[in-house]
């Protein structure tokens, strides 16, 4: 098979990506509205677009591929958790960006081209939005300015949901303000102690999806390549960042659009009530490496969905340190295997590609497998470093090493019941002892 092949959501088949233009290869996801840490749920768009992010730059050129992906930094949850602390949205959102991005680069995700924000693009929405007015595609009622649905003709065709259907389905909120049921909120007034900006139809603030439309057409132009996210922003998300920008322009938005699956823990749907919620966050802190918890993310097919547990985990942890025991000290190969590219090349089929690496975990291939590994956005330290990693549950490297010594002196005075109870001390820490060689060296477990 020659060429990348992806699941278009909007033509509901497996096509071949053939780009707008191959010198200027142009992907768009929708980013996390910053006002918690990110969840696993969260996480699972970020890596699978890194890795086709990957793919592409590999088949285009690093340079030839622009990829951003946006923080809304402006919504009524941030809004209520600065109230709810009396500071400013920006703490908030500052806050929870640099959080985000401390957590994401611990999953081994190259960092995207641009990370626009919302609030960044307040002119270009008063301009997205007054073309749209005057085009008969949105009205201003009582401080909102709305899009009008039924002004457009086919409205609802990726998410496959007709006008009629939404309204019948209640799947719409019903306003006073609202010419029809289904029309949607491009900007909401603010009042006097809400943050809000000046525009044409007074103080307020954007409603979330006229943001991507802006920042699209602002830094990638009217039509882009690959739009990217979850499947749950299919509809309305997505679908009414089709409406806005195709009103304005009478462009096609998007060739192709990607959605990737629901992510549940244990077999269930993740929530905070069940107490099977983790953040990526809270996983890292507890001592799970950012490269297991990928790996974890990308061990099922992006379109199907994923189970997530702590099981599922420590299994891709035992995976990732036999790699790192065969690579260690192994010169990755120039070339990324192309069993991998193959894989990854059909649909993102990274099931197929972690068996292509499988296949090659043998001394005689390490030198494929390594490179094949850092490609997928693994293997992003030594193996000393991964063997010892940082503090584990209140243990840093210098108490251990005065324990090895207090251990060593133990064993020098043929005191064996304390050398044990010492190690039994580490391991009930999570840390194991290795002797070899007439030295002790240490790994967590
Ligand atoms: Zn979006």
Not at 22 to 32: H, K, L, Q
Not at 241 to 258: L, N, P
Not at 386 to 394: H, L, P, R, T
Request: hydrophobic letters at 40%; proline letters at 4%.
């Amino acid at each position: 098979m020659t060429g990348i092949y992806v699941y278009n959501t909007l033509a509901r088949e497996k096509q071949k990506f053939e780009p707008i233009d191959p010198e200027n290869v142009r992907m768009y996801v929708c980013g996390p509205t910053v006002y918690d840490y990110a969840h696993v749920g969260n996480a699972r768009p970020v890596v699978v677009f890194d890795t086709l992010f990957r793919l592409l730059r590999h088949t285009y050129g690093d340079d030839q591929v622009k990829f951003a992906a946006n923080f809304t930094d402006i919504d009524d949850r941030i809004m209520a958790k600065a109230v709810d602390e009396g500071v400013s949205i920006r703490t908030i959102s500052n806050r929870y960006a640099k959080a985000y991005l401390e957590d994401m680069g611990a999953l081994g995700i190259l960092n995207p081209t641009l990370r626009p924000k919302a609030t960044e693009h307040i002119p270009e929405m008063i301009k997205m939005m007054r073309a749209l007015i005057e085009k008969g595609h949105a009205y201003e009622a009582e401080g909102h300015v709305m899009f009008h649905v039924p002004s457009m003709e086919n409205y609802g065709r990726l998410s496959n949901h007709s006008r009629d259907e939404l309204v019948a389905g209640a799947r719409v909120e019903v306003a006073p303000y609202k010419k029809d049921p289904a029309d949607f909120v491009l900007w909401k007034p603010s009042s006097e102690n809400q943050v809000g900006w000046g525009s044409p139809w007074g103080r307020g603030r954007p409603g979330w999806h006229l943001e991507c439309s802006c920042m699209i057409e602002k830094h990638f132009g009217e039509t882009i390549d690959i739009h990217g996210g979850g499947q749950d922003l299919i509809f309305p998300h997505h679908e009414n960042e089709i409406a806005q920008s195709e009103c304005t322009h009478g462009e096609t938005f998007v060739k192709y659009w990607m959605h990737n699956g629901y992510l549940t823990v244990d077999g269930e749907k993740m929530s905070k009530s069940l107490g099977n919620f983790h953040t990526v966050h809270d996983l890292l802190g507890d001592g799970y490496k950012g490269e297991a918890i990928r790996m974890a993310l990308l061990s099922a097919h992006y379109r199907q969905p994923v189970d997530f547990s702590l099981d599922a985990l420590k299994e891709q942890k035992r995976r990732l340190d036999k790699w790192y025991r065969l690579t260690d000290g192994v010169e990755a190969a120039t070339d990324v295997p192309s069993t991998v590219i193959d894989a990854l090349s059909d649909d993102l089929n990274t099931p197929k590609a972690f068996a292509a690496l499988d296949a090659l975990a043998n001394v005689e291939t390490a030198a494929e497998l390594k490179a094949g590994l850092r490609f997928m956005g693994l293997l992003n330290v030594d193996a000393t470093e991964w063997f010892q990693g940082d503090a584990v549950d209140g243990v840093d490297a210098a108490e251990i090493e005065a324990l090895i010594g207090a251990r060593n002196t133990a064993r020098a005075n043929k005191d064996f019941a304390e050398s044990d109870r010492i190690r039994d001390e580490l391991l009930a820490k999570g840390i194991i002892l290795e002797d070899a060689a007439g030295k002790t060296t240490w790994r967590k477990a």
